[in-house]
C-alpha cells in the first residue's frame, strides 16, 4: 500500500476515534481492517515503504562472476557443479565454495540427459534420497 494512502487511513481512524469516542477497534471491525495491520501502520507512520530484497548484499554473486561461470561449464558440460567448482578454482577462474556456484547459477540442463542425475525424495517413513 502507498504510505500516502497509508497515512491517509490511519489519520482517518484516529479523528473518528477521538470524535465519536468509540474505540478504534470497533471502527476497525466496521470497516474490515484487521487490528494488527492498523498498529503497524501506526508504527510506520510517516515513513517511506522499505523492504530489504533490493539491497544487494556482499556476498551475491555479480554477473560477469555468473557469466565466468557459465562460461566455464560450456567448456566441460559434463561436470557436476561441485567437480566444476574444484576446476574453476584450480583454474584460478573464480573463488568460493560449491554452494555459490550452485547457489548463484541455475546450470541449464544437458543436452539428452533428461531426468538422469536429478535427486529425488523417498516415500514418506523411508530415508534419504534416490537418484533416477
Known amino acids: 500500500m502507498e504510505p500516502d494512502l497509508r497515512d491517509a487511513v490511519v489519520d482517518f481512524i484516529r479523528h473518528w476515534a477521538e470524535k465519536t469516542g468509540l474505540a ?3 471502527l476497525l471491525e466496521w470497516l474490515g481492517l484487521s487490528v494488527g495491520k492498523f498498529y503497524e501502520w501506526r508504527q510506520r507512520y510517516g515513513r517511506t515503504n522499505q ?7 556482499d556476498f551475491w554473486l555479480q554477473t560477469w562472476e555468473k557469466q565466468a561461470i557459465l562460461d566455464f561449464q560450456q567448456l566441460y558440460p559434463l561436470e557436476g557443479y561441485r567437480r ?8 584460478r577462474t573464480r573463488r568460493g565454495g560449491c554452494s555459490s556456484a550452485r547457489r548463484g547459477v541455475v546450470f541449464p540442463p544437458r ?7 536429478r535427486l ?6 523411508t530415508r534419504g534420497f534416490r537418484r533416477r
Open 51 to 57: 523492504h530489504n530484497g533490493s539491497v544487494p548484499r
Open 120 to 125: 529425488h525424495a523417498d516415500h514418506p517413513g
Open 84 to 91: 566444476l567448482t574444484y576446476m574453476m578454482i584450480d583454474a
Open 111 to 117: 543436452a539428452g540427459s533428461g531426468d538422469r542425475g
Open 24 to 26: 478504534i477497534e470497533r
